[in-house]
């Protein structure tokens, strides 16, 4: 059974980086597409961005000028970075797989437990 | 983009059945049949209910159901139980490589 488990930081100062790595047990990293998502009581359930199979980054497009997404196939781990973060940014962020059965399917299967990113100085 | 609508709480007696909308436009919900449901129970992770609108994901109950009609998706609940009390959320694509959540929904089992 495949588990996700979200690993980083949980405090960051304001216009830091926030970094992020999702590690992935029980099945491969290469054959589904892998997603960011974060939860905040202001702006609830907000989708980041995803890394899918192919390599191909796709992200929020509020978001794409301070995300970045990759893949460590060697580690089964895939990762977030987040630049100049504000206290707006401060959310419970999780990882989440996308089967990717049909492209890119829009539903998210399995899901970590989620990591509390506070941003404060 | 502006989140999908859900009302705010929705409530019901156990063993009654309750709907929950999820309202969007035609350029998500009208026109993708990407929605997709979720449960969450306090401190958990989302739970994926119903994908691709109206389907089950291995191992959910065929109590828990989804429709979509225009701009608007359902999710009804059959035979509520205690176990059901939690917040929903609704989730569509949205075109572009984007998708939108909604706000959530709390039900509370009476």
């Known amino acids: 059974q495949v588990q996700l488990q979200e690993s980083g930081p949980g405090l960051v100062k304001p216009s830091e980086t926030l970094s992020l790595n999702c590690t992935i047990s029980?099945?491969?990293?290469?054959?589904?597409?892998w997603i960011w998502i974060r939860q905040s009581a202001e702006k609830g359930l907000e989708w980041i961005g995803r890394?899918?199979?192919?390599?191909?980054?796709n992200i929020n497009p509020s978001l794409r000028s301070r995300v970045s997404v990759s893949m460590d196939t060697s580690k089964n781990e895939f990762s977030l970075k987040l630049t100049y973060v504000t206290a707006a940014d401060t959310a419970i962020y999780y990882c989440?797989?996308?089967?990717?059965?049909?492209?890119?399917?829009?539903?998210?299967?399995?899901w970590g437990r989620g990591t509390l990113v506070t941003v404060s100085s | 983009q502006s989140a999908l609508t859900q009302p705010a709480s929705v409530s019901g007696s156990p063993g009654q059945s309750i709907t929950i909308s999820c309202t969007g436009t035609?350029?998500?919900?009208?026109?993708?049949?990407?929605v997709s449901w979720y449960q969450q129970h306090p401190g958990k992770a989302p739970k994926l209910m119903i994908y691709?609108?109206?389907k089950w994901p291995s191992g959910v109950s065929n109590r828990f159901s989804g429709s979509k009609s225009g701009n608007t998706a359902s999710l009804t609940i059959s035979g509520l139980q205690a176990e059901d009390e939690a917040h929903y959320y609704c989730?569509?694509?949205?075109?572009?490589?984007?998708?939108?959540f909604g706000g959530g929904t709390k039900v509370t089992v009476l």
């Open positions: 989440a797989r996308d089967p990717g059965s049909h492209g890119h399917d829009w539903y998210f299967d399995v």
């Open positions: 029980g099945g491969s990293i290469s054959r589904y597409d």
């Open positions: 890394f899918d199979k192919s390599g191909v980054p």
């Open positions: 035609s350029s998500n919900i009208g026109f993708y049949n990407l």
């Open positions: 691709e609108a109206t």
């Open positions: 989730s569509s694509y949205a075109g572009g490589g984007t998708m939108l």
